[in-house]
Structures are given as C-alpha cells and as structure tokens.
C-alpha cells in the first residue's frame, strides 16, 4: 500500500494524526487533527505547526527531536493556541516513520489527545475509582436507610404488639380496678367520717390507683392512652406541679426552675405531659441516687430545622418550625451508649426496683404528640432529656377547671348498663343506686339492645362497655339509635378516648368515661349528661 | 542535651537499610513501579526512554569532552558504555563486539535487586546505550534479550549498529539526532 493511500484511510481515523518533519512542516494531517489542533485545513499543506503551539517554539522542536531519535512511541504534552488565541493542551505520541538521511529530515508520526478528554489509563483507573466509591457509598447509604428502616419498623411493630397487649390488659386489668375502686368507694360512703376503716380503704384505693397508673403508662407507650388534648403552657404546666414534684425527688436532689415566660403554647394533653414531666424527675433524682445533685427545668421555644429534628430519637419524620422544650437536666451517673440506646425500650431498667416502663410512657406520649425527644448524657457527669413539642402560638392555654366535685348529687329516672364483665354491671349498679337511680343491666350489646327496646318509652340513659361480644358497643349504639334517634348514650372503655371520639363523632354520644373510675368521676359525669340532654331537650 | 544526643548515637549504629544510594534506588523502583501499575509499561517505557535520552546524551556529551573527541568510534562506544555502567556500579562486560553489533552481559544491575520486577527500568540502559551509539555511529537498534528486571541471572544487552531489514525489527531503533 502506497504512503498516499494510508493517507487517506487515515483521514478517516478517530485519533488525530499527523506526519511532520522535525522542523515542525506538516507534511499531512488528517480529518481529527484538523478540528482538534488546526481548526482550518489552511495550515495543512506545507504549513509549519509552529505557527500553531502556544509555548515557545524550541519546546516542540525538541520534542520533535526526541522523536526523530527512536522510533519508539516517545510521550509528551504540547500545547497549541485554539482559534479564541486561548491555550489548548494535549498529550502528544511522536514516534519515527521515516528515519533521517543525509538529505531530509526524519518523517514523524505525531498523534495527539486533549488533556482533559484524553482516556489515559491513569485517568480510566481514576474514574473507576471515583466509580467505585461513588458505588460503595451508595451501597453504604442504602445500607443505612435499610437498617434506619429495619429498626423503625421493629420498633413499629414492638408499639403494636405491646398496643395489643396493653389493651388486653386495659381492658381486663381495669375491669378488676374499677371493681376494687368502685366497691371501695361505696364501702367508705356507708362509713361514718372517723372510723379506722376509711382510712383503710383510702390506702387499698390508693393502691388500686397506682396499679391503674401502670396500665396507664403501657398505653402511654403503645399511643393508645386517653388524650384529652388543649392549649397547654409548658411553664405554667411545670409551676403547677412544683410542689408534686420537689416531694417526689430525694431530699439531697436541689430542684432548679428556669421557666421562660410567655411562652407559646402547645395542643397537648396535660395529665400525659404532667405523667412526662414527673418520670423524667423521679429519674433524675435516681440517677443522682445518694449524692447531692442539682436536677434543672428549663422550658424555652425555637425553631427546629429538618436537621435538627432528624437528630432527636423519634424516627416519625417531622415538619420543621416552631417548637417548645422542656429540660430535665441533672448533675447524676449519666449514661453509657449502651445504656443510652435502650432506655426507650420497654421493661429495660437499670434500676433494681423499677420497670422499665416509665421513659417508654414518656416516649410513647411524646410521639403521641407529634413532638421529639433528645438525649445527652455523659458517665459521671449527668444527663439531660429535652422534649420538643409542635408550638401553636396563636392559642390561648385553657383555664384550669376547679368547678367543686358534686359528691351529694343525687338523680333520678332509669339507667340502663350494658357491660359484659358481671363485676362492672354489679359495681356500676351499685354507684348509681347509690345517686339514686334505677338501673337495669345487660351483660352484653345484644341483651342491651333488647332490654333497651322493652324500655324505649321512658328513654333510659345507657352507660354502654365499647368491648363486649356478640355485639360490641359501636354496633350497639347503631342499634339503640335506630329504636330511638334520641337515645342518650355514655362509653365506657379502657381505650382512649381519642380514637373513640373520632369513631363516634357526630353520632350523638353523651359523654365518655374510662375505667377504673370512681364513684364521684361516675357522679359527675352523669349529671352533667343528664343536664346537657334536658338542655337538648328544651331547646327541642 | 547530653540526654537527647545519647538516642540519636544509638540510633546511628543501628542495622538499617539505608543510605543515599539505597534511598535514591527504592525511589526510582516505586517511581518505576507507580507509573507501570498506573499507566501501564508501554507507557511507562516511553516516560523512562525520555529519561535516558536525555541521560544519554549529557553522558555522550561528557564522554567526548573528556577524550577530547568529536565524535565516539565504535570501539571507543563498546567502551563507554561499559565504562559508564561500571561508574554506576552495573557490572558490564563487552561479550562480542563487531561491525555488525556490540553484545555485552552483566551479573548485576545498578538498580541492584530494586529492578526485580521493574523492566520499565531497563528502558534506561536501552535508551543510554541507543542513544549514545546512534549519536556516535549513526543508527542503533538495542535488543535487551535477558533482564534481571524479568527474572534472568544476568541481562544480556545486544547493540546492532546496521539497520535491520526486516520490517518490524526485533528491539528498539534509535538515530543520530
């Protein structure tokens, strides 16, 4: 093949190659080095590619010398002034074609690569490195989102099991509370005011009452607890209960309040942040066990940025904003990483008398209300909790309620209980006998429904169990409304109240009590039905 | 001061491995090394041909200013090059030499076991020797036929002075710059 002929297929070539003398003449150049270095094909015959390089000539006259000397591949860079009179430089390969002679210059074969889009094995190995990290840290993302997801789902699927547990237990458990309460409460009303025997009774309720709170940090924990949300000031919820709690805490413990004032509300439950604010103190103070300490309540408001709240221990995704705090900090033993990692767990205590259940009902409770909990803490130097909740500026914080107890009330007409669990409807009985009332009883939603029907003229008030079987109180109170529209009904339930609301809204339900309650709870919440439904009535 | 030269003393008696040349020859085996893994041994040949082009010609040019000459016979190359590898501690030796080539054998490489698996290296000798003889004599092709740096006792370097006519020849060509 003639040298002419390789010319032309070599025009065709994706590489730029050019044949120059070591003088820097072109003697061909094909179609790739033409765009890439010459930009116009004026230069190519018989043009010197000298007039081309940016740099100093002699730089590529030597080069080119290298090359006429070997006719190994000899690297190096040259760089050329593109048709903006900017610098361009290449990695360059000049190899021998056609040695010198006596009479002509060496022929040299130049080829030329771009710097930044030359596919050096170097440049290859270092992209597939980044690739690989680019890979690898992919991998460890996915790694990660796929244990974040795994542990949220465990400890989704821990609130459910344990949800179904507590409220097996709430259901049952309270059953037997509010017959011990109950009967307590009746018992102590036939006694005479000074007899030993009140007092007595006061401690078994005393007891019975702490065995229902237990059930009710369960809940607490499982979101299933009663949630009678409103406007809640955080400080004035904190002052409130100060005394409660400086005698809660061990006398060597010094209580220290920074309380910020005006501070935004929050839609919360109170009897719940109370139950939160009273774990983290009693912890505090076994934290700091015999020693002296300083156990700190700060409240306060900021805004939470995404970051920020992705930090806090509830996983649940929150929106950033506004948000109050409340601090626990004490000066106590602190905690180990270990340790840290578990304290929401359920039934996980370090202590020898507890059980493991209280930072779980604080934990339940805060994602209860949308809000985060984070925690610091550091072996022998003390820990902090801060309990971040949703602030609602624009609310008013409620009113406390110290309406007096209507412990002689008295009422009359027919009640109608419908509970499946005898010592419920005995009890039950019993407390509205004792108001003055005449009571029928059903031991389920279906005998309910009858015994109802046999009575629909005079309208009876139903105290109606949620929980009962072959018709339970939702399919009940359908029932009792179609015999009459105007039934008056109030649930009774270990459940919370919140999810009973929502399930009952708009139907016309009177009211709502949750077992165990006592007798005055009972007393209250009657009356105040059987008020607001001769209110119904009048303005009927 | 006493307590911190008494270390430094001590230190200085200690059986370690290393000094200039030691130092200097573990860099260029990892120079060497680095450029043929990253860039491979084609590649890495070309870089170090550049090297020893440039050597060859400062050594060229060294050796005729020293035996006052213009120009190097072929009997004055032969040796030169032993000459110069025996400056650098290479241990060469002149096997044949005619007007048809120049054949040399060592036992040891001034790289010393440094070369072992580094035949990017050899790129010096061939680039020296061919450089030097196509300088002085006009053409050089430069056959490296045994290495150390590739696992044999010694190297066995050949130095054709007549261009080859065959159209890919064995070795590396070099011509008089």
């Known amino acids: ?540 | 001061m006493s307590e911190h030269n008494q270390p430094a003393t001590k230190l200085a008696g200690l059986d370690v491995p290393l000094e200039r040349d030691v130092f200097l020859r573990s860099m260029l085996r990892e120079l060497a090394g680095t450029l043929q893994d990253v860039v491979g041994l084609d590649e890495a040949a070309g870089f170090i041909s550049v090297v020893g082009q440039r050597i060859g010609d400062e050594l060229n040019a060294s050796y005729r200013a020293a035996l006052d000459v213009p120009q190097l016979d072929a009997a004055q190359v032969g040796d030169v090059l032993v000459d110069l590898k025996r400056r650098i501690n290479g241990g060469f030796s002149i096997v044949e030499h005619n007007d048809e080539r120049i054949v040399f054998g060592n036992t040891h490489c001034p790289f010393a076991e440094k070369v072992v698996g580094r035949p990017a290296l050899c790129m010096m000798t061939s680039n020296v020797f061919g450089s030097i003889t196509a300088d002085n004599l006009g053409y050089a092709r430069v056959v490296l036929e045994e290495t150390i740096a590739q696992g044999a006792p010694g190297c066995r370097v050949v130095v054709h002075l007549k261009s080859a006519d065959g159209h890919e020849p064995l070795g590396r060509e070099y011509f008089r710059g």
């Open chain 1, 1 to 540: 093949m003639s040298d002419v002929s390789f010319l032309s297929a070599a025009e065709w070539l994706p590489d730029a190659l050019l044949l120059v003398t070591t003088d820097g003449t072109i003697v061909g150049a094909n179609r790739a080095a033409r765009e890439l270095v010459l930009q116009n094909s004026a230069l190519v015959a018989g043009g010197s590619l000298l007039s081309a390089v940016h740099d100093d000539a002699s730089v590529l006259l030597s080069y080119l010398r290298d090359g006429s000397r070997t006719r190994q591949p000899v690297p190096g860079a040259i760089t050329f002034t593109d048709c903006n009179g900017s610098p361009c430089r290449f990695r360059a390969t000049v190899r021998t074609v056609q040695p010198a002679t006596d009479t002509s210059l060496a022929v040299l074969l130049l080829q030329l690569q771009p710097t930044e889009g030359a596919s050096t094995q170097f440049k290859e190995l270092n992209d597939r490195l980044a690739q690989l990290r680019a890979a690898m840290r992919r991998q460890q993302e996915a790694e990660a989102e796929r244990r974040s997801l795994e542990a949220q789902m465990l400890q989704t699927q821990k609130l459910e099991s344990l949800g179904v547990l507590a409220g097996g237990i709430a259901h049952d458990f309270n059953n037997l509370l509010t017959s011990v309460i109950g009967y307590c409460d009746l018992a102590r009303a036939e006694l005479h005011a000074k007899t030993a025997a009140r007092e007595f009774l006061d401690e078994a309720v005393t007891g019975a009452r702490r065995a229902a709170e237990l059930t009710q940090q369960m809940l607490a924990y499982s979101g299933k607890g009663t949630l009678i949300v409103e406007p809640v000031q955080l400080s004035s919820l904190v002052s409130d209960i100060t005394r409660l709690l400086e005698v809660s805490i061990s006398k060597k413990c010094v209580l220290r309040f920074d309380l910020m004032e005006n501070l935004p509300a929050c839609r919360a439950d109170a009897t719940q942040l109370r139950q939160v604010i009273m774990n983290l103190i009693i912890n505090a103070s076994d934290a700091i066990g015999d020693r002296s300490g300083v156990i700190a309540v700060t409240t306060g408001v900021a805004w939470c940025d995404s970051n920020y709240l992705a930090e806090n221990f509830v996983n649940d995704p929150l929106p950033e904003g506004l948000y109050v705090h409340l601090e626990v900090a004490d000066t106590g033993s602190g905690m180990s990483a270990e340790t840290r990692a578990r304290i929401f767990d359920p039934f996980f205590t370090t202590k020898f008398t507890g059980r493991g259940l209280g930072l779980a009902a604080v934990l339940g409770i805060v994602r209860g209300h949308n809000g985060a909990i984070r925690v610091y803490s550091e072996l022998g130097r003390g820990t902090t909790f801060k309990l971040l909740l949703p602030a609602e500026p624009q609310l008013e914080p409620a009113a406390p309620n110290h309406s007096p107890e209507p412990t002689q009330w008295r009422g009359s007409g027919s009640i109608l209980v419908i509970d499946d669990e005898e010592s419920i409807r005995a009890l039950t009985r019993h407390m509205l006998k004792q108001m003055g009332f005449e009571v029928a009883t059903a031991s389920d939603g279906r005998e309910g429904v009858e015994v109802f029907e046999s009575m629909a003229d005079t309208n009876p008030l139903v105290l109606l169990d949620l929980t009962m079987p072959h018709l339970d109180g939702a399919a009940a109170f359908a029932r009792l409304r179609r015999i009459r529209p105007d039934v008056r009904v109030i649930l009774m339930s270990g459940y919370n109240e919140h999810s009973i609301s929502t399930q009952f809204a708009g139907k016309g339900l009177l009211g709502f009590i949750q077992k165990p309650f006592r007798l005055n709870e009972l007393r209250k919440l009657v009356r105040g039905a059987l008020q607001q439904s001769e209110v119904e009535r009048s303005v009927d």
